[in-house]
């Protein structure tokens, strides 16, 4: 349970487990920026330049410790050094700086796309969609040949499929049918603005389950899980099996 409060610097903090951290993204963003464009940096250096308080820069330098996102160490001094303790500096952590390239890839596909809609019009989108998850139809397919015929049951060997490709799915049953839920979409971003991707792998699950099936939910639409129902059919059940783990 999170006890929220809000701090002097506009900011949020949860307090989980007896440790109180920041819970600010955007001002977490920037520190990472700044991080990725300046290396090893102080915190005053840090809070000077965001014009935070040493408090709240260090709110967040121990958030981000905890995370494993930057790593402290002394900072090198030339020459003679005086009294006391050296000053830390802070760098991002190898984990943090492939999260950054993401986000950088994430934004050449979202141009790479916007281009492709002023060039070709909404159907040139969505033919590269269905051409990019053409791939990972097939891998699944071939991860599923031992699955038989039954919807439900190429559900449960889709979501392993799938969980092999990084979307931590699951499949259970509901009283209408079936579900397969992804909890993690990795075209999130670029989706969002261009739902075709999610249309593409919609239509890729019908396939690879052999009935028609409904996206209810999805991550790129501000949903936490990729959500889709497949309808029952006579005698067709499925068990529910966690393959996310």
Sequence with gaps: MKNVAALSEGSVTSTV?????????????????????RGATTAAQLGSALGLSPAAIRRHLDAMLADGDVVAREQAVRGSRGRGRPAK??????????????????????????????????EAVAEFAADQVAALENRCRAAMEDAGDAPLARAEALAGALTAEGYAANASTIASGGQLCQHHCPVAHVAAEFPQLCEAETAVISRLVGTHVQRLATIAHGDGVCTTHIPAQSGSTVTTVRTDR
């Design 89 to 122: 500096v802070f760098v991002l952590t190898e984990a943090a700086r492939v999260r950054c390239g993401t986000h950088h890839y994430d934004n050449m596909a979202t141009a790479a796309l916007r281009w492709i809609a002023r060039t070709g019009g909404a």
């Design 17 to 37: 487990a007896g440790a109180t951290v920041p819970a600010d993204p955007p001002t977490r963003d920037r520190v990472t920026q700044l991080l990725l464009e």
